[in-house]
């Protein structure tokens, strides 16, 4: 699938704000609603848009606490990695759980309270985890940069 420059368009206006109507995208990107309709349709159906969210103030809900936590396993059976990845999605302070290369195995970014909530979930959960070797964790201490846009200007966007 080859995304056009109305295609990006019309992605960049979604990623801004998601509750947009197709019709005020369309008049955004000079084209009729239905046909703008078709295009927002086919992205979703191809999977380049996966959902539409809403993005809420973690720090007016309290979740005063963003940290990163590095975490290497003991063993990297076939068993253990499924285990692992399993135990981190039942965790709904864990927002996001890569795998990376180097020292350690999986990079996690939880968000808690506060420092005290972030212990007990560390001694309760990460480090009860039978296949975690190794945690190490840093609490942010602020924010220079938060998007959930991506860089559509530099993507190159087929699928």
């Known amino acids: 699938m080859q995304l056009d420059k109305t295609d990006r368009k019309i992605l960049a206006l979604l990623q801004r704000d998601a509750s947009m109507s197709a019709s005020e995208i369309a008049e955004r990107v000079n084209l009729s609603q239905p046909p703008c309709w078709r295009r927002i349709k086919r992205l979703e159906e191809a999977g380049v848009i996966r959902r539409r969210v809403a993005l809420l103030d973690q720090r ?27 135990q981190i999605d039942e965790i709904p302070e864990v927002l996001e759980c890569h795998t990376v290369m180097g020292d350690y195995d999986f990079l996690l970014k939880i968000v808690t309270r506060d420092i005290d909530t972030y212990e007990a979930l560390f001694r309760k959960k990460l480090s009860q985890m039978p296949t975690v070797q190794e945690i190490h964790s840093n609490a942010a ?12 200007d530099v993507a190159e966007m087929t699928t």
């Open 60 to 86: 007016m809900l309290g979740l005063n606490v963003t940290v990163f936590a590095r975490i290497k396993l003991s063993a990297h059976g076939k068993k253990s990695l499924p285990e692992f990845e399993e």
């Open 141 to 152: 201490l602020s924010r220079i940069k938060i998007t959930t846009e991506l860089p559509l």
